[in-house]
């Protein structure tokens, strides 16, 4: 008589994997949440918003913050008090406050309910020294034989550039102001010294690091779909444009989306959960600051 205890030997594998995570929940009690951006082209956004205990139902219009202090400060000195925009958000446009490459900014939350927040002092990137960007169509097609486009970009790494990477692409029609992000991002070229170890995607977006540029110049080519129609269902448009940003990145923005990126290799499966990222004190959140330059070419037919 013939045994078949393969699936035994799976089942005990998967019953003997436990394991005892310890998680460190300090309170019920809300907290502030703060996402704050920081760069020369945007200058600084700030929004302010409450935590949602588990055992509290709180409906989303009510989350938000709007009576708060909210202080920055440079260089240890107090530079402003964001003034309110709307739905927990603060801050000033780049015409309003433009910050700059050399200084540190800090943050500091006042509220009479929930008390002070204040974050680590970051600093400003210095731009992409890009010495050339090209688009061309690609000669290969998508799994639904979509075009696909690739752009090129001759890049030299500033020394000083302590974070790395961020490219966001995305393609518009713009006859009718309708944008989305192209599905299958991908960077051709990732054999780069240690480079394919220091890369990773999230949300359509390409982050990497620049510790093994090391101020040389790389040459980067990223390939994505672009589809013959964009837009909702019963609303598509035909996408003429595309818009490329490459962003330099603090240390904070990288390891921020890295702990948003979810493992899904299966040797990291019943690793230990790592909490997001935050360099703030007193509550929940993060201060962030970039550098990008962004181009627009017409989509290569």
Not at 6 to 33: E, G, H, N, R, W
Request: with cysteine; hydrophobic share 35%; charged share 20%.
């Amino acid at each position: 008589m013939k045994y078949n205890i393969i699936p035994y030997v799976i089942l005990f594998f998967f019953c003997s994997c436990d394991k005892d995570i310890a998680y460190k929940f300090d309170s019920f009690q809300p907290k502030m949440v703060v996402n704050a951006n920081l760069s020369p082209q945007d200058g600084i956004l700030v929004q302010v918003s409450r935590s949602i205990p588990p055992n509290e139902d709180v409906s989303k219009n009510k989350i938000w913050i709007n009576d708060a202090v909210v202080k920055l400060y440079e260089d240890g000195t107090l530079l402003r008090t964001l003034p309110f925009k709307k739905d927990g958000l603060y801050g000033a446009v780049a015409t309003e406050f433009n910050p700059s490459i050399g200084h540190l900014y800090s943050l500091q939350i006042e509220h009479p309910e929930f008390g002070e927040m204040s974050s680590e002092a970051i600093s400003i990137p210095p731009p992409p020294i890009i010495l050339s960007s090209k688009v061309e169509r690609s000669p290969n097609l998508s799994i639904n034989n979509d075009p696909q486009v690739r752009w090129q970009v001759h890049l030299k790494d500033p020394l000083e550039n302590n974070g790395g990477y961020l490219s966001v692409i995305t393609i518009k029609s713009s006859q009718n102001a309708y944008s989305e992000s192209p599905y299958n991002s991908t960077l051709l070229n990732t054999k780069i010294g240690q480079f394919c170890e220091l890369f990773f995607t999230y949300g359509n977006r390409l982050l990497f690091k620049n510790e093994c540029f090391k101020g040389q110049e790389v040459e980067l080519t990223f390939e994505f779909d672009v589809s013959a129609t964009i837009g909702p269902i019963g609303q598509r448009y035909t996408p003429d444009q595309l818009e490329l940003k490459l962003y330099s990145i603090d240390e904070t923005l990288y390891e921020y989306y890295r702990t948003q990126n979810r493992p899904e290799d299966f040797e990291l499966a019943f690793s230990d959960p790592e909490p997001l990222y935050s360099n703030m004190e007193g509550g929940y959140g993060v201060f962030l600051a970039f550098n990008y330059l962004s181009y627009s070419f017409p989509i290569p037919k």
